[in-house]
């Protein structure tokens, strides 16, 4: 996941993901599928249409010289 992709919207106190669903299902702005919830620790969980999976920022690496001497091929999947 991008940071540049994802607003915050507010926080909820929840001993875990599903406790942030149960707590925001019948709110004015439920957990929808792609919303991520950030733990306090720093931890990143996706709302998936079957649950919660883990998630990461997509951070951007640095390139040293001979990183970039060589040709790479990266693949990138998305959940959508």
């Given amino acids: 996941m991008k940071p540049k992709?994802?607003?915050p919207?507010?926080?909820v106190e929840a001993l875990n993901?599903?406790?942030?669903w149960c707590a925001m299902r019948e709110s004015d702005d439920p957990l929808r599928v792609g919303?991520?919830?950030e733990?306090?620790?720093g931890q990143l969980?996706?709302?998936k249409y079957v649950g919660f999976e883990?998630?990461?920022w997509l951070v951007a690496e640095s390139k040293t010289s001979v990183e970039s001497e060589a040709?790479?091929?990266?693949?990138v999947s998305s959940s959508n």
Avoid at 71 to 75: A, L, M, R, W
């Fill in 5 to 7: 992709d994802y607003d």
């Fill in 39 to 41: 733990a306090a620790d």
């Fill in 45 to 47: 969980r996706i709302c």
């Fill in 35 to 37: 919303d991520v919830l």
């Fill in 9 to 11: 919207r507010g926080e």
């Fill in 17 to 20: 993901e599903y406790g942030a």
């Fill in 71 to 75: 040709p790479v091929s990266t693949s």
């Fill in 54 to 56: 883990p998630a990461e």
